[in-house]
């Protein structure tokens, strides 16, 4: 029989101790562990590997890097649909800030309403940015117009996060006690 290197062992012992290994491989790692005292302690169990992987914190890694990549897809949505705001398409946003909504509340349940905030901050900010570049001058007007369009955008958003919550609700199983 051909001799196995002790990492190719490492690899197969749980294999073999699971029963799940061919009798070639059963073979090399008898053959391996006669010879090796390192895979032998391994074998034995006297040495712990640390193979434990504790899935409540994997899934949190997973949760926290999704919810992340979803914030994101969000504030460049927000972005793209208020910066639809000074083109003919504007009236897409319509569709665009409820949309943007309920998504929020899909992926973020109760912090949902942050994206709204969110929304009104960056329609403002957008709104104010472009009065001020046509006119030049800071006017009570503008600072009106701007906040306007802000809570218009934020609405829209809101109406995506209650239709949200309220299919969620209205199509949650009922938990039997």
């Given amino acids: 029989m051909t001799d196995i290197t002790c990492n190719t ?7 073999v101790k699971d029963s799940i290994a061919s009798d070639d491989s059963r073979l090399l790692v ?9 895979c ?5 169990e006297e040495v ?9 914190v994997v899934t949190n890694k ?22 639809l705001a000074t083109s003919q398409n504007m009236f897409f946003n319509i569709l665009l800030m409820p949309t943007i909504g309920t998504v929020s509340y899909i ?14 901050m960056a329609a403002y900010l957008w709104h104010f940015i472009i009065i001020y570049a046509e006119h030049r001058v800071l006017a009570v007007g503008g600072l009106i117009a701007s906040l306007w ?3 218009i955008y934020a609405g829209l958003c809101v109406v995506g996060i209650v239709v949200a919550f309220l299919l969620h609700f209205a ?3 009922e938990v039997s006690k």
């Fill in 62 to 83: 997973i949760k926290k890097q999704l919810q992340l990549i979803v914030v994101l897809i969000i504030a460049l949505s927000t972005l793209f649909g208020i910066g």
């Fill in 9 to 15: 062992c490492m690899d197969l012992i749980p294999l």
């Fill in 30 to 38: 008898k053959e391996h562990i006669n010879g090796c005292k390192d």
């Fill in 48 to 56: 712990q590997l640390d193979t434990n992987i504790d899935a409540k």
């Fill in 171 to 173: 199509f949650k199983k």
């Fill in 149 to 151: 369009w802000g809570v």
């Fill in 107 to 120: 992926f973020l349940k109760n912090k949902a309403f942050f994206v709204a905030l969110f929304v009104l």
């Fill in 40 to 44: 032998a302690l391994v074998w034995n």
